[in-house]
């Protein structure tokens, strides 16, 4: 049976809390409300957690801002396609240009495209089109990732992100 690590599941409650908190500042773009914190904790995620924890944060944080009445049901596809593929270029390149990267592909473009599905069917959106959340989910992902890039940086020069995989490992 595998252990689990207590440490990392705290660390993505309190990343999925802050993802909450985070999106009291969000703004509408064509229909979707972008929440910038949100592609920070992505990030973060990606390079402290990995891909499944970075889901579950996601995840968890879509479910509360949903029943808060903070966010939609386009949080959804969006959070969590930026979380597991930030994970997964991170864990492959092992450099933070890599998390970057894998938010702005899995939020952007991925998460846009899959929420037309969504937009159409749960939310009865019959003006959405394929690529209808791609730019706005765009605008969203490039403003956190800015935020996320210089927050990592520094912690990077610190070497506080040093340190806290280090404990993540533990």
């Known amino acids: 049976m595998k252990r689990t690590n207590s440490k990392k599941l705290t660390l993505t409650a309190l990343l999925a809390a802050m993802a909450v908190v985070g999106s009291l500042f969000s703004f509408p773009v064509l229909g979707a409300k972008c929440a910038p914190v949100q592609h920070v904790v992505n ?43 930030a994970g997964l270029m991170y864990q492959w390149g092992k450099k933070l240009p890599y998390a970057y990267l894998g938010e702005i592909i899995g939020t952007g473009i991925l998460g ?22 791609v730019f706005p989910f765009m605008v969203s992902t490039c403003g956190g990732t ?14 506080v992100l040093h340190m806290m995989k280090e ?4």
Do not use: H
């Open 43 to 85: 990030i973060l995620c990606a390079i402290l957690l990995g891909p499944w924890y970075g889901v579950a944060a996601a995840g968890i944080s879509s479910i509360i801002r949903n029943l808060l009445g903070l966010g939609t049901l386009l949080a959804f596809p969006g959070s969590m396609c930026g979380a597991f593929f």
């Open 112 to 133: 846009g495209i899959l929420s037309y599905p969504i937009a159409v069917f749960v939310m009865g959106n019959s003006t959405a089109a394929v690529f209808t959340f």
């Open 146 to 159: 800015i935020i996320a890039i210089v927050i990592t940086l520094v912690m990077e020069k610190s070497n």
């Open 167 to 170: 404990q993540m490992r533990q």
